[in-house]
């Protein structure tokens, strides 16, 4: 298992830097709210990337600036210029990847590829920065994912792409699912529910155990969700609600601060 996934740990990630906690509801993806984050205790951090005109990787989690910003337009058209003009919620910066990564220097990152530029500026970015064991990478598209994954030669963790996880879903036991989906990732991050479906049974994170593989839930902000998907044995929740899943994991005694640090 990659370094990236302790054993034995519940992985807290903050989703966005936990985008509805109440103290910075309105500054999803900024600076603000991943040092908020961090001073909780999060040392899993999630975002997601877009690639500027300029060829910059923005921690952003939108292809526009529409929905979060004073000014409008789609991210693949403006430089970096352009886009540090605008302002989250009316007063942050949209930060680039290198921002998150150089103001968190003992975070790890699990980064969403959301833009078909960004998949070679990120593979460069990881070796450039060495960045092998400090993130895991994920993406909707399959062939984003698959891409990444032949640019880094598979040294870097990766999330199953969306095929992999139909495959495991729907297999009646771990064989069958491993040869239908192969090999090349080490995490399933998905919803609890898609559609109706439920898709984090118990026996889809059987299957997923016995196959060598963790079961990260996207993005539970309820506690009694929370406790439910614990008590199956995943393995990591994403929030957008810190303050809670901190306080459900605490009450669990399944709470643990960054290395060499204390909760808050």
């Known amino acids: 298992m990659s370094p990236y996934l302790p054993q034995g740990r519940i992985l807290a990630f903050a989703h966005r830097g936990g985008a509805y906690h109440p103290e910075i509801e309105g500054l999803e993806n900024t600076l603000a709210a991943f040092r908020h984050a961090s001073a909780?205790?999060?040392?899993?951090?999630?975002?997601?990337?877009?690639?500027?005109?300029?060829?910059?990787?923005?921690?952003?989690?939108?292809?526009?600036?529409?929905?979060?910003?004073?000014?409008?337009?789609?991210?693949?058209?403006?430089?970096?210029?352009?886009?540090?003009?605008?302002?989250?919620?009316?007063?942050?910066?949209?930060?680039?990847?290198?921002?998150?990564?150089?103001?968190?220097?003992?975070?790890?990152?699990?980064?969403?590829?959301?833009?078909?530029?960004?998949?070679?500026?990120?593979?460069?970015?990881?070796?450039?920065?060495?960045?092998?064991?400090?993130?895991?990478?994920?993406?909707?598209?399959?062939?984003?994912?698959?891409?990444?994954?032949?640019?880094t030669e598979g040294r870097v963790p990766t999330a199953a792409d969306p095929w992999q996880v139909v495959a495991f879903r729907l297999s009646p036991t771990a064989g069958i699912a491993r040869r239908l989906a192969g090999d090349g990732f080490v995490a399933f991050q998905v919803p609890h529910r898609r559609k109706g479906l439920r898709v984090v049974t118990p026996g889809f994170v059987r299957r997923a155990h016995a196959a060598g593989h963790q079961v990260h839930v996207w993005t539970i902000d309820d506690p009694a969700e929370m406790v439910e998907l614990l008590d199956r044995s995943v393995d990591g929740l994403f929030t957008d609600r810190t303050d809670l899943l901190k306080d459900v994991l605490e009450g669990r005694g399944q709470w643990r601060p960054p290395s060499g640090g204390t909760t808050t």
């Open 40 to 151: 909780l205790g999060y040392d899993y951090l999630e975002t997601d990337v877009h690639l500027t005109a300029d060829g910059v990787l923005l921690a952003f989690h939108d292809d526009v600036l529409d929905r979060v910003c004073d000014q409008k337009g789609a991210i693949r058209d403006l430089t970096l210029a352009e886009v540090r003009r605008a302002r989250i919620g009316g007063r942050e910066e949209i930060p680039t990847l290198v921002d998150l990564i150089d103001a968190f220097p003992d975070a790890r990152f699990n980064i969403d590829i959301k833009a078909d530029g960004a998949v070679d500026a990120l593979a460069r970015l990881v070796r450039e920065r060495d960045l092998w064991d400090r993130v895991l990478i994920g993406s909707f598209s399959r062939s984003r994912i698959r891409r990444f994954r032949a640019l």
